[in-house]
């Protein structure tokens, strides 16, 4: 892994150097568009909708728009002046339990490596987090953004996961939370009980389970590398709406019986050969 960013946990009177390294990574296939005929990439050239002429970028700023269409240019020295106070800083607020805080609130996830001289306080931070049962909560500035952010344990390393602040979580806004509710029979609430009974798992094995999509994508892009023709997959066939909840639920809970066998861990998808790269035209 390489770092991406170099600063210090501040804890107490405690500093605590660190490298952050991001802690996931997309593995979506990355698709360019291009000339279908030929291949070439699309480009893009940066023009000014005022004077129609490309712009060097050199000469590009920020701008906001207002609400009548009017644009505020922002300079870098305008966003130079702006205060960032934990910049560098994981500075460390208070402590919390983990559950007191609602995951949709989280946003991206890093580990947190000590430096050489900081792996001491670290251990300390990390097996003091691990014994207490809590979470810390601290403020950080990342790409010119400052954060609230979560700090816990994890395969004994430390992890962040920064956080949305509360007016960027939207609240459901649905006309059917207003209504009366329906009446659930206690026959149903207990038939749908079943049904996760059923499919319940004393852990989650994230293993268990691949993208299907990717896996197919990628056959189509090595199929077209190695010049063999392309199929395409079945569609499932869609399921008929059944109107009888009860009668869904019995079913449902049937099919998940019948399907509970130990499932084989699945092969890792096989990566899409060497490929080809088309000119630009």
Not at 68 to 81: P, R, Y
């Amino acid at each position: 892994m390489r770092s991406m960013w170099k600063g210090s946990v501040s804890f107490g009177l405690v500093t605590i150097p660190i490298h952050l390294y991001a802690a996931t990574e997309n593995k979506n296939v990355s698709l360019r568009q291009v000339h279908e005929s030929d291949g070439g990439r699309i480009q893009y050239k940066r023009f000014c909708s005022v004077e129609n002429v490309e712009v060097p970028y050199s000469e590009i700023a920020k701008g906001y728009e207002l609400d009548d269409g009017e644009m505020v240019v922002l300079t870098d020295a305008d966003l130079d002046s702006l205060p960032l106070s934990s910049s560098n800083v994981i500075d460390v607020l208070e402590f919390v339990p983990l559950e007191a805080v609602d995951p949709l609130h989280y946003d991206r996830h890093y580990y947190l490596e000590p430096q050489k001289p900081a792996v001491k306080p670290y251990v300390l931070l990390r097996d003091a987090l691990q014994k207490s049962g809590q979470v810390a909560i601290a403020k950080v500035a990342l790409r010119q953004r400052e954060t609230l952010a979560l700090l816990r344990v994890h395969a004994d390393v430390l992890v962040m996961t920064t956080m949305l602040w509360p007016d960027e979580v939207r609240r459901p806004d649905f006309g059917f939370l207003d209504d009366e509710p329906p009446q659930v029979r206690p026959q149903e609430l207990s038939m749908a009980g079943s049904l996760i009974d059923s499919l319940s798992e004393p852990v989650f094995d994230p293993d268990k389970y691949s993208d299907q999509y990717r896996e197919a994508l990628e056959a189509v892009i090595e199929a077209k590398v190695e010049g063999k023709a392309t199929t395409k997959p079945r569609a499932k066939a869609a399921k008929t709406e059944v109107v009888d909840l009860m009668a869904a639920l019995e079913a449902s809970v049937s099919e998940a019986k019948k399907s509970r066998k130990p499932a084989a861990r699945k092969p890792a998808a096989r990566k899409t050969g060497t490929r080809r790269t088309p000119k630009s035209a």
